[in-house]
T-cell receptor, first 112, second 110 residues
């Protein structure tokens, strides 16, 4: 059974640019959550999608957005990148909103 | 604000000893509890989950839950150097996103 796949694995962007990250969940899983991980803040919740609908949202500015497609694949977009957006972005896949979450390998974003 | 607290460590234990990792949470409505292991530069990996009060054992790992005291712990028996990692406690308050602690760094000394 394939795991959670995130692409790309590494990204280097310039301040002011925008970026799109992709996540393909485990087959049959309909919940996809996105987290930002930095050394000082730990895992911070960005948003969760379930059956193409955003079900929960964390305390991040509107520059962070996402969507989910009918095949449960999800994308996350960050516009007008700032240096502080440099982080590991993790996608977590769940069968429902109450079951265990499985993480992808993450996308390491560096903003210069 | 739902919070999950963990001692950041590092927790150092000798090889073969029992490592005890603790976690407290603020939301009494929490229903599911998870432990993840994260090696440096890697993503979190699920190692245990527990939903009911008491102990749950899986190999060298035992998760313990006490909802009345709002704490969950992870015991690692016969600790190995390969267990050296950061352990993240995550709490699920029902049908909402998991809330993670900042993790405890464990170092197993050979």
């Amino acid at each position: 059974k394939a795991g959670v796949t995130q692409t790309p694995r590494y990204l280097i962007k310039t301040r002011g640019q925008q970026v799109t990250l992709s996540c393909s969940p485990i087959s049959g899983h309909r919940s996809v959550s996105w987290y930002q991980q930095t050394p000082g803040q730990g895992l911070q919740f960005l948003f969760e999608y379930f059956s193409e609908t955003q079900r929960n949202k964390g305390n991040f500015p509107g520059r962070f957005s996402g969507r989910q497609f009918s095949n449960s694949r999800s994308e996350m977009n960050v516009s007008t990148l700032e240096l502080g957006d440099s982080a590991l972005y993790l996608c977590a896949s769940r069968f429902t909103g109450e079951t265990e979450a499985f993480f992808g390998q993450g996308t390491r974003l560096t903003v210069v | 604000q739902k919070e999950v607290e963990q001692n950041s460590g590092p927790l150092s234990v000798p090889e073969g000893a029992i490592a005890s990792l603790n976690c407290t949470y603020s939301d009494r409505g929490s229903q599911s509890f998870f432990w993840y292991r994260q090696y440096s530069g890697k993503s979190p990996e699920l190692i245990m989950f527990i939903y009911s009060n008491g102990d749950k054992e899986d190999g060298r790992f035992t998760a313990q839950l006490n909802k009345a005291s709002q704490y969950v712990s992870l015991l690692i028996r016969d600790s190995q150097p390969s267990d050296s990692a950061t352990y993240l406690c995550a709490v699920g308050p029902g049908n909402t996103p998991l809330v993670f602690g900042k993790g405890t760094r464990l170092s197993v000394i050979a």
